[in-house]
């Protein structure tokens, strides 16, 4: 219902609003009355004009609410369009037949005019920021891209070796059904009477393999709810439903007819069958085994990497001490002044700091690893990059009371940030000893200026200077990732940031979330037009953030314990079918005088001869998808010796088992028995 924002209304900086079909429904109750009603945000009236469609989701997003950009004239210049710290971005729909290509050229011909009359465009230029045109799907799902590739990569492998393994079983059945097929031949059965019955035999097993397949799907959806992949990008969306049950099932079918193809043509070929029925130590059934083997080998040695990929993230310190704190994101009602701004967050950490077992609080624009870490170009006063590099950005955040200690962050020298740092006139900061050692290799840090903003020449167009004293020096933090290189380096400031949306860390004795409720009655009680959401210990903070890397190693485990038992499966199968065969030789040889042990190594040989060639095999496959691992692997190198070792080692176990049973039962073949039977 209703419309969407106007170009006046930014300009004009009216205050409007557009609801989403789930929060209208929940708030106003499907009012079809609701346009031009006044919903309050941020303690600010704003009118609603538009209602969005049921089934609208921005990307990832879990807005409810959506209000309009204000700017004025000065803003819309492009002196400003490097401002706003990166936390605005464009989205636009290209014309139909163009392509991002040309898009891309036009956008570099822009900037290449701005720059002609801008001096902070030329300098962000020549300091290499650049305006990328890119899908906007491929954009939001980048960091996540390659882990599903590689998942998918292993459903291929697990799906190969079952349809090797189901062929290989298969074609041991038609074995001992040649004779049958050569009577039913010789009596008048056509090739297409075979081709259908076997057609109908496989396709039928497939189908109801495939049948099951959809049953532990739609569990295997629940499974990955529970393992968070509803907090990747675009996550919220994986669900099953009948399109993806369709195409399993279709799958199986297909799956089916292509493994009918082969054992219909050696039904078909009775002198090749009986030549492979005598020869059976050999040829295209030991092949198959062969490349199961490789294949689950593969398998195993990838999930060996991730796991130890996994193992060495999760022992990476963070920089900070994530137990026993509770971490909220609060919204500040807007207010005409930063000094009431800090006020109310002086408030709200007063009534936090008196609860009992609260040993410290305090608040920041963003925590680490909530996803969002603004940088911004700050750095020494008339600092002036050397030849050839670029301004470093640097994380900049906004604090206020007891944040460090709170959260556990070290200090190197100096002091802590306090409240009272937000109402002085002097501007103060904190920096992280990697931003330290960037600028002031020897030390000296403190006492030292830093700028904020780039071109701070008021008379070529920049902005005013923000210049801040550095008054202490702290541990560095991991941002944004465990798995994030030193050297980012990070600046806290007061809290006199201009930002409405806070996080408040609160370090307590007890269980962190069984302070969950009380932390939302105190935001209430500091102001009723203050809300809180995304309540979480930082540990959950901290294991969230492993997601992306913890469940593809889980799921690459599940794939590769599969793929070992089919592998096993596989190989028992063969080396049994191969002492059915040749009842009749061990009977013999047995008889005139072979020993249980030389019958018994036999088929051990056969097996150790099939384990090695796919090992052989495997080992290469496992060094080529280490180096496609290695883009989401951590401080784990493509070939990791002791991982191949011990990958083998387990390969070996498994399929001596596998061989040992079926060895284990021609030696002890009784050879009267196996004559009376021949």
């Not at 089934?55 to 819309?76: D, I, M, T």
């Not at 920041?364 to 050397?386: E, H, R």
């Not at 080396?575 to 030389?598: C, F, W």
Request: proline share 5%.
């Amino acid at each position: 219902m209703g419309r969407s924002f106007t170009e006046d209304e930014s300009i004009n900086q009216a205050n409007v609003a557009i609801l989403t079909d789930a929060f209208w429904r929940e708030r106003f109750g499907a009012d079809p009355k609701v346009l031009d009603r006044e919903v309050r945000i941020n303690g600010i009236p704003r009118k609603i004009v538009g209602v969005l469609s049921p089934g609208f989701r921005f990307l990832s997003s879990e807005a409810r609410v959506f209000v309009s950009l204000k700017w004025n004239e000065e803003q819309r210049g492009p002196k400003a369009r490097h401002s706003g710290g990166g936390g605005t971005h464009m989205i636009a729909r290209l014309k139909p037949g163009a392509t991002i290509a040309e898009a891309q050229a036009q956008i570099d011909a822009h900037n290449t005019t701005v720059e002609k009359d801008n001096p902070e465009a030329k300098m962000m230029a020549e300091a290499g920021f650049r305006s990328p045109v890119v899908s906007l799907h491929g954009d939001h799902v980048r960091s996540i891209r390659p882990t599903l590739l590689l998942l998918q990569g292993g459903v291929f492998f697990l799906l190969l070796i079952g349809a090797v393994n189901l062929v290989n079983l298969l074609l041991i059945r038609a074995s001992g059904r040649a004779k049958e097929m050569a009577i039913r031949q010789s009596m008048g059965a056509g090739r297409r009477h075979v081709v259908t019955q076997v057609m109908m035999e496989t396709v039928s097993l497939t189908s109801m393999g495939g049948v099951l397949g959809v049953i532990v799907g739609a569990w295997g959806i629940r499974l990955l709810e529970i393992l968070g992949a509803n907090r990747l990008p675009l996550g919220a969306h994986v669900a099953f439903d009948g399109w993806l049950a369709s195409i399993g099932l279709l799958g199986a079918v297909v799956l089916g007819i292509a493994i009918a193809a082969p054992i219909a043509w050696f039904n078909l070929r009775s002198h090749l069958a009986n030549a492979l029925q005598s020869e059976s130590r050999t040829g295209l059934r030991h092949g198959f085994i062969v490349a199961q083997i490789a294949l689950a080998f593969v398998l195993l040695a990838g999930a060996a990497l991730l796991g130890l990929s996994l193992k060495k993230v999760m022992a990476v310190s963070p920089g900070f001490q994530p137990d026993h704190v509770l971490t909220g994101e609060f919204t500040i009602p807007w207010q005409p002044e930063a000094k009431n701004r800090v006020e109310l967050a002086d408030r709200l950490l007063e009534l936090i700091r008196q609860q009992p077992g609260v040993t410290a609080t305090g608040a920041i624009t963003y925590i680490p690893l909530s996803g969002d870490s603004p940088k911004s170009a700050i750095a020494p006063k008339d600092y002036v990059p050397p030849a050839g590099q670029s301004v470093q950005g640097h994380y900049t955040y906004g604090v206020i009371g007891d944040y460090f200690s709170a959260l556990g962050i070290p200090l190197r020298e100096g002091r802590f940030l306090t409240s009272d740092d937000s109402h002085r006139p002097e501007r103060a900061c904190v920096v992280d000893e990697d931003f330290a050692r960037r600028y002031w290799p020897n030390g000296g840090a403190l006492g030292q200026q830093v700028v904020d903003g780039g071109n701070t020449d008021p008379q070529q167009g920049g902005r005013a200077p923000n210049v801040s004293t550095i008054v202490g020096v702290v541990g560095a933090v991991k941002q944004t990732a465990l798995t994030e290189p030193h050297g980012q380096g990070a600046v806290y400031l007061p809290f006199y940031i201009e930002n409405s949306y806070y996080f408040v860390v609160t370090r307590t004795s007890q269980r962190p979330e069984a302070f969950a409720d009380t932390l939302r009655k105190l935001v209430r009680a500091a102001n009723p037009s203050m809300g809180i959401d995304s309540i979480r210990s930082m540990e959950t903070r901290v294991s969230d953030s492993l997601i992306a890397r913890r469940s593809p190693a889980l799921l690459a485990g599940i794939f590769a314990g599969v793929a070992l038992l089919l592998a096993s499966i596989g190989t028992y199968g063969v080396l049994s079918y191969a002492v059915a065969q040749r009842t009749r030789e061990i009977g013999i040889r047995m008889a005139v005088g072979a020993q249980r042990e030389q019958i018994s190594a036999q088929f051990l040989k056969i097996g150790l001869r099939l384990l090695i060639a796919g090992t052989v095999i495997g080992l290469i496959g496992a060094a080529l998808a280490g180096r496609a691992l290695q883009s989401v692997l951590f401080d784990v190198p493509a070939l990791h010796p002791v991982t191949f070792v011990v990958t083998a080692g387990i390969m070996t176990l498994v399929c001596l088992v596998a061989c040992w049973l079926p060895a284990r039962r021609a030696s002890r073949t009784d050879p009267m028995e196996a004559l009376r039977a021949e």
